[in-house]
């Protein structure tokens, strides 16, 4: 028997028909072709499918780590518009305490400290130690808000994508 490619050639018996040793060599060795064809592919879809679900996992993965990371990002963000709040009733209440300390100092310039009475220069004198006990407190808080604020800013800025700009807040 003789085979070129796909076309198998066998020898021709005396009385009608084929050599039966041929076709049946010819057609072991067919089935043991499609049986090792059969077998690769059965191997590369095993391998094909071990992909897949090592993709899927690796998926699964990065998808629980993004939703991770969204929820902290949401907790910083709402973090950091109370600080920011928070920052900016401050400076309110510092900005108003310095124009108070400001018009107590304004008052004991102006009058006569002599002409005033002393219960009235002992009075704005508490008031100015009083301001200026505020304002040192309001100084301090301001400064650690402030630091707060940026550091949240930066947490932010690490955990946004690089096309998302949030230094607006």
Excluded: H
């Excluded at 899927?56 to 993004?66: F, G, H, R, T, W």
């Excluded at 004198?125 to 402030?146: D, F, P, Q």
């Excluded at 955990?159 to 998302?164: E, K, L």
């Amino acid at each position: 028997m003789e085979t070129s490619g796909k076309k198998a050639y066998f020898k021709k018996n005396l009385f009608g028909g084929f050599n039966r040793e041929d076709v049946i060599a010819y057609l072991a060795e067919q089935t043991r072709e499609q049986l090792k064809e059969k077998e690769a592919l059965s191997n590369s879809l095993a391998k094909s499918n071990a992909e897949v679900r090592r993709l899927q996992e690796e998926n699964d993965k990065l998808a629980k780590s993004l939703a991770e990371a969204s929820e902290r990002l949401d907790v910083l963000s709402a973090r950091l518009e109370e600080v920011t709040a928070e920052k900016n009733a401050i400076e309110e209440r510092y900005n108003k305490l310095q124009k108070d300390l400001a018009t107590a100092a304004s008052e004991l310039k102006e009058g006569d400290a002599e002409n005033l009475p002393a219960a009235q220069v002992d009075e704005l004198l508490r008031r100015i130690e009083a301001l200026s006990a505020k304002n040192a407190e309001l100084a301090t808080n301001l400064a650690r808000l402030t630091r707060f604020k940026e550091s949240v800013q930066g947490l932010l800025e690490q955990s946004m994508p690089a096309d998302i700009d949030i230094s607006d807040t």
